[in-house]
């Protein structure tokens, strides 16, 4: 599994609107943007040949690639290409940058959980409402972190259920 980091990719997600949300909770909503939508999967146009012209060093080695059609343990499937998990954490639902990094420690944490492969494609987990400082006054309090965690791993199992459901043409989630 590997981090989305551009702004682009960011945007690509979340700019899909509701056909890319696949789970909601009370503070979180999953989007899932799948390979070929993500950019993720290779281009059919390509080849090998096209490759090789527009390369300026020779071609030195034909060695077969090595790793080519396993899982790999962070969780990419084979052929598909790695699932890229990102977190959105606007300061007006999490102010401390405490909370905010607590809880995006956790969300990738939480997909490190997983026991199956993460579907690969785009990820992005994002904060939609704020948690109650009267019930969680600390930001890095164990209560809070439990709460994060038991609602985290909820949404990901009812996003995965959902995805495992429905495929690429599913509805948005209410």
Do not use: I, Y
């Amino acid at each position: 599994m590997q981090r989305l980091q551009h702004r682009a990719d960011f945007e690509r997600v979340l700019g899909a609107g509701a056909a890319a949300v696949v789970a909601r909770s009370a503070h979180f909503v999953v989007h899932h943007l799948p390979p070929a939508a993500a950019g993720c999967a290779p281009s059919a146009g390509s080849s090998s040949q096209e490759k090789a012209e527009l390369s300026t060093a020779p071609a030195t080695s034909t060695a077969p690639v090595v790793d080519r059609g396993r899982t790999s343990p962070r969780g990419e499937a084979p052929g598909l290409g790695p699932a890229r998990v990102g977190v959105v954490l606007p300061k007006r639902w999490a102010r401390r940058s405490v909370t905010r990094s607590l809880l995006k420690r956790q969300v990738f944490a939480a997909f490190d959980r997983l026991p199956s492969p993460v579907p690969a494609g785009d990820w992005v987990v994002r904060l939609r409402a704020s948690f109650d400082t009267r019930q969680f006054p600390s930001a890095a309090s164990d209560a809070l972190k439990r709460a994060v965690r038991g609602e985290l791993d909820a949404l990901l199992a009812q996003a995965l259920a959902r995805l495992a459901r429905s495929g690429p043409g599913r509805p948005p989630v209410r």
